[in-house]
């Protein structure tokens, strides 16, 4: 469990100083589609307190409705350096990159970060960022979290990156493992254009995986900034909650053998494994030990969302009990149907696709601009 020495020694939520040399920056965002946050979450990143930094908004179709939310903030906001491309480049299998491509290929400055639709940012966010990039690190990233927003869908994601999520992540992170995400990620670009630049993430679907492994092989380190990537999509439900953690899932499970371990690591099947362990060894009964370590786990896990939260979290006491009981009794299915349909969609049409351990996937002559469905899993530390 991670606890708060833990907390304490990655800086979560420490109030960091002003850049003495700002570095620039060039924001590459992907859009597609608008949500009823998608204007205020893009808007946090035109009015961030940093002196140097451009806004490269990347929208790969000609009639998406992101292409006027963009518009009306270039136009709110005609003093910030920011750019729209529309229409992508189609350099591999990765729709993400695809997208991205005419953005990072007009980047101007050193550092590029890579921050996904959802995220919302605070003022002194990409001041946090650059203060990690020291001389030594090539790559810093952010610990994914859920902004405060209504209903229980909400909070039954909160719990979960509050909890289950951040404890492999932070505990990676802690021990020197390089676990990264890539819905914040700060890179330096010199780096990146050594290992074949952008497009030479293009052949892999977890893109993020990769970029961090070719930065890592240059002997660069990383590091975690003290803020969250805060997700705040405006569209979310307990469906597309369970739909998303399977295709996280099956992405891990082809590349990652430990990955069919993973539910021993959950709290209910951890407990009862220990508690017969315990009646094994010791005679000791077997559910009053299993309850007694599921409690002991659930109050861990309150005081972890508390620490990522920066605070006590929005929601009772009792709703994170529900929520926490509901995620954690969801694991077991999770897996078993990440395991029973390996197909892996994003968005429409689907398109069936093989991979390797490589992550590598197979090509065909099919257009997959406006989505991806792939047969197969790749590797992921995080979510994509």
Same mark, same amino acid.
């Given at each position: 469990?991670?606890?708060?020495?833990i907390?304490?020694?990655l800086?979560?939520?420490?109030k960091?100083?002003?850049?003495?040399?700002?570095?620039?920056?060039?924001?590459?965002?992907?859009?597609k589609?608008?949500?009823p946050?998608?204007i205020?979450?893009?808007?946090?990143?035109?009015?961030?307190?940093?002196?140097?930094?451009?806004?490269?908004?990347?929208?790969?179709?000609?009639?998406d409705p992101?292409?006027?939310?963009?518009?009306k903030?270039?136009?709110k906001?005609?003093n910030?350096?920011?750019?729209?491309?529309?229409?992508?480049k *189609?350099?591999g299998?990765?729709p993400?990159?695809n +997208?991205l #491509?005419p953005?990072?290929? @007009?980047?101007?400055? !050193? =550092?590029?970060?890579?921050c996904d639709?959802?995220i919302?940012? *605070?003022?002194?966010?990409?001041?946090?960022?650059? +203060?990690? #990039?020291?001389e030594?690190? @090539?790559?810093?990233? !952010? =610990?994914?979290?859920?902004?405060?927003r209504q209903?229980?869908?909400?909070?039954?994601e909160?719990v979960y990156?509050?909890t289950?999520?951040?404890r492999?992540y932070?505990?990676?992170?802690?021990?020197?493992i390089?676990?990264?995400?890539?819905m914040?990620?700060?890179m330096?670009?010199?780096?990146l254009?050594?290992?074949?630049g952008?497009?030479?993430?293009?052949?892999?679907?977890?893109?993020?995986?990769?970029?961090?492994?070719?930065?890592?092989?240059?002997?660069?380190?990383?590091?975690m900034?003290?803020?969250?990537?805060?997700?705040?999509?405006?569209?979310y439900?307990i469906?597309q909650?369970?739909?998303?953690?399977?295709?996280?899932?099956?992405?891990r499970?082809?590349m990652?053998?430990?990955?069919?371990?993973?539910?021993?690591s959950?709290?209910?099947?951890?407990?009862?494994?220990?508690?017969?362990?315990?009646?094994?060894?010791?005679r000791?009964?077997?559910?009053?030990?299993?309850?007694?370590?599921?409690?002991?786990?659930?109050?861990a896990?309150?005081v972890?969302?508390?620490?990522?939260q920066?605070?006590p979290?929005?929601?009772?006491?009792?709703?994170?009990a529900?929520?926490?009981?509901?995620?954690?009794?969801?694991?077991?299915?999770?897996?078993l149907?990440?395991?029973?349909?390996?197909?892996?969609?994003?968005?429409?049409p689907?398109?069936?696709?093989?991979?390797?351990?490589?992550?590598?996937?197979?090509?065909?002559?099919?257009?997959?601009d406006?989505?991806?469905?792939?047969?197969?899993?790749a590797?992921?530390?995080?979510?994509p």
């Amino acid at each position: 469990m991670t606890s708060d020495p833990i907390r304490r020694r990655l800086h979560l939520h420490k109030k960091r100083s002003e850049v003495k040399q700002p570095a620039g920056v060039s924001l590459l965002k992907p859009l597609k589609g608008v949500d009823p946050n998608l204007i205020s979450n893009l808007e946090t990143f035109f009015t961030m307190d940093y002196p140097k930094y451009e806004v490269l908004m990347c929208v790969q179709d000609q009639d998406d409705p992101a292409i006027d939310v963009c518009k009306k903030l270039l136009g709110k906001y005609p003093n910030v350096d920011a750019r729209l491309f529309i229409g992508g480049k *189609k350099v591999g299998i990765n729709p993400k990159i695809n +997208n991205l #491509m005419p953005g990072y290929e @007009g980047a101007k400055y !050193g =550092l590029v970060w890579i921050c996904d639709s959802g995220i919302r940012v *605070k003022a002194d966010t990409l001041t946090d960022l650059t +203060n990690q #990039m020291t001389e030594k690190v @090539g790559l810093v990233h !952010g =610990l994914p979290y859920v902004a405060d927003r209504q209903g229980f869908a909400a909070t039954l994601e909160q719990v979960y990156f509050g909890t289950s999520h951040p404890r492999s992540y932070i505990s990676a992170n802690v021990m020197g493992i390089k676990c990264v995400t890539g819905m914040s990620c700060l890179m330096r670009k010199d780096v990146l254009d050594q290992a074949g630049g952008l497009v030479a993430f293009a052949q892999y679907i977890a893109e993020d995986y990769f970029m961090a492994k070719a930065i890592a092989d240059r002997g660069w380190k990383f590091s975690m900034a003290t803020q969250v990537a805060l997700q705040n999509s405006g569209s979310y439900s307990i469906g597309q909650f369970q739909s998303r953690l399977i295709r996280w899932t099956k992405l891990r499970i082809n590349m990652l053998p430990g990955t069919v371990l993973e539910p021993v690591s959950e709290c209910f099947l951890a407990s009862l494994i220990i508690g017969w362990a315990a009646h094994y060894v010791f005679r000791w009964d077997m559910m009053v030990f299993f309850m007694c370590h599921c409690l002991a786990w659930f109050i861990a896990d309150y005081v972890q969302l508390t620490g990522v939260q920066g605070g006590p979290p929005n929601f009772s006491k009792l709703d994170f009990a529900v929520a926490w009981f509901i995620r954690e009794s969801m694991a077991v299915q999770i897996f078993l149907s990440a395991l029973w349909d390996p197909t892996i969609s994003w968005g429409t049409p689907r398109e069936p696709r093989r991979c390797g351990r490589t992550g590598l996937f197979e090509r065909n002559e099919a257009d997959i601009d406006s989505g991806l469905s792939l047969r197969g899993k790749a590797q992921i530390c995080g979510p994509p």
